[in-house]
C-alpha cells in the first residue's frame, strides 16, 4: 500500500515525478501481452526479473516498459476485453514492484512512433528470416520447418500482422535505443532478428543510428504447465488449473497443487527432468520462488516428504510469496485508487513518446524522410 499511498500524495499535490537523472549508456526495453492477469511463469520468467533490473541499476540508467497491446491483436480480441486486460496488466506491474518514478510503464497503441518505425524496418527485414520464425508457426499449430508461402492451408489462415510483427517487435526495441533486453528463452529468436534488422538498417544507411542490443535471459527459463509438465505454462490452456495466477487465493493454489499433474513413480521427490517432468517442474518452481538455482539440492531438503506433503509446501512457498503482490493488486484496482493508475499511464505515454520520438527523428533523417 505505501506505493499506491505515496503516487496518491503526489498526484493530490500536483507535483510531477521526478526526472530520471541525465542520460545514459544502459537502457532496457521489455514488454508484455495484456492477456489476462500474468501467471506464475511470466512473473518468474520477466516481472521478477524487471523489478530486479529496475532495483539493481544505477539512476542514470533508462528502463521502459510496455504494455505491448499492439502485438496482442495479432489474435482476435474482444475490445472491452481488451481495455480490461490492460488496466489489470498495469495494476499488476505496479502490485509487483514496478515504481512509474523510476522506469517508463506505458501501452504501445500510444505511441505511434513504434508503428512508424515498424514501416520503416520492414523495408529492410528479410522475408526468408520472418517465414522461418517459430512464434507464428507456434500460434498457428504448424510444424517449425513448415514454409508459409508454400503450404496453401497455412497461407490460408496466416495474417500479416501476425507473420510480420518480429518487425514490430524490433521497432519497440529499437525506438528507445535499448542496450538490454530481458525476455524469455522462447523470444531469444526475435532478438537475433532484432539485431539482424538494425545491423542491415545501420549498413543501408550508412549512419549508426540504431543500437544493436544485448539478451537478457531470465534465471527462470521456463515454467510448465500444472496439468501437462511437458507444456509451457500459459493463459491460452483450457483447463484454469494449469497455471497459478498473481491473484490466485491461497485456497485456490493449494486447490490447483494438489491437482497438479506428477507420476506414478514410488518413492519420494527427485529432481529428474526427462522422467519425472512433473515433480521437477514443481521443485523448479519451489527454487525459483525461494531464489535458488540448485534444483538438485532442493529436491534433497524434500526428499522425506510424501508427494502430499511436498505438493504442499510448494503451496505454502507460492501463497506467501503472491500475498503482497496480491494484496497490492486489490488496493490498486480499488475505485478509489483508479487515478493511480490513470496517472501512471498519461506519464509513462507522456516519457515513452519524448524517447520513441528522438530516435524517429534520426532515423527519418538516415532515410531521407
Not at 101 to 125: D, G, K, N, Y
Not at 187 to 202: G, K, Y
Not at 220 to 247: C, E, G, N, W
Request: glycine share 4%; net charge positive; hydrophobic share 40%.
Amino acid at each position: 500500500m505505501k506505493r499506491t499511498t505515496k503516487l496518491l500524495n503526489s498526484i493530490q499535490r500536483g507535483q510531477p515525478q521526478a526526472r530520471r537523472a541525465a542520460s545514459s549508456n544502459v537502457s532496457v526495453f521489455s514488454g508484455i501481452q495484456p492477456t489476462g492477469i500474468p501467471h506464475l511463469g511470466n512473473y518468474l520468467g520477466a516481472l521478477r526479473q524487471w523489478v530486479g533490473i529496475q532495483d539493481n541499476s544505477p539512476e542514470s540508467a533508462k528502463l521502459t516498459f510496455c504494455i505491448v497491446d499492439l502485438h496482442a491483436i495479432t489474435q482476435p480480441q474482444e475490445a472491452e476485453q481488451l481495455r480490461k486486460r490492460k488496466t489489470e496488466l498495469l495494476a499488476t506491474l505496479l502490485a509487483v514492484g514496478l515504481d512509474p518514478r523510476r522506469c517508463t510503464i506505458f501501452e504501445q497503441s500510444r505511441v505511434p512512433a513504434h508503428s512508424e518505425l515498424m514501416w520503416i524496418l520492414s523495408c529492410v527485414a528479410p522475408m526468408g528470416r520472418l517465414n522461418r520464425m517459430t512464434q507464428w508457426k507456434s500460434k498457428l499449430g504448424v510444424p517449425s520447418n513448415q514454409d508459409a508461402l508454400q503450404e496453401k492451408a497455412t497461407a490460408a489462415s496466416l495474417k500479416l500482422g501476425l507473420l510480420s510483427y518480429p518487425v514490430l517487435q524490433a521497432a519497440d526495441i529499437l525506438i528507445h535505443k535499448a542496450t538490454h533486453v530481458p525476455v524469455g528463452e522462447d523470444q531469444s529468436q526475435h532478438l537475433e532478428l532484432t539485431r539482424e534488422i538494425a545491423s542491415s538498417f545501420n549498413k543501408a544507411f550508412k549512419k549508426d543510428v540504431l543500437k544493436l542490443p544485448i539478451t537478457l535471459l531470465s534465471p527462470a527459463k521456463r515454467v510448465m504447465s500444472l496439468k501437462d509438465p511437458t507444456q509451457k505454462m500459459t493463459k491460452s490452456a483450457a483447463d484454469p488449473a494449469s497455471r497459478i495466477l498473481l491473484t490466485d487465493s491461497p485456497k485456490e493454489v493449494h486447490g490447483k497443487l494438489r491437482k497438479a499433474i506428477t507420476d506414478s513413480v514410488p518413492g519420494p521427490p527427485t529432481y529428474d527432468v526427462q522422467n519425472r517432468p512433473g515433480l521437477s517442474n514443481l521443485i523448479e518452481i519451489l527454487a525459483h520462488v525461494q531464489r535458488r538455482q540448485d534444483f538438485d539440492e532442493v529436491a534433497k531438503e524434500v526428499s522425506d516428504l510424501s508427494l502430499k506433503a511436498f505438493k504442499e509446501l510448494v503451496a505454502d512457498a507460492i501463497s506467501e510469496h503472491l500475498e503482497p503482490i496480491r494484496d497490492e493488486y486489490e488496493k490498486i484496482m480499488a475505485e478509489s485508487n483508479r487515478e493511480v493508475l490513470h496517472f501512471v499511464a498519461s506519464e509513462g505515454e507522456r516519457k515513452a513518446r519524448e524517447s520513441a520520438e528522438e530516435t524517429l527523428a534520426e532515423v527519418k533523417e538516415a532515410v531521407g524522410l
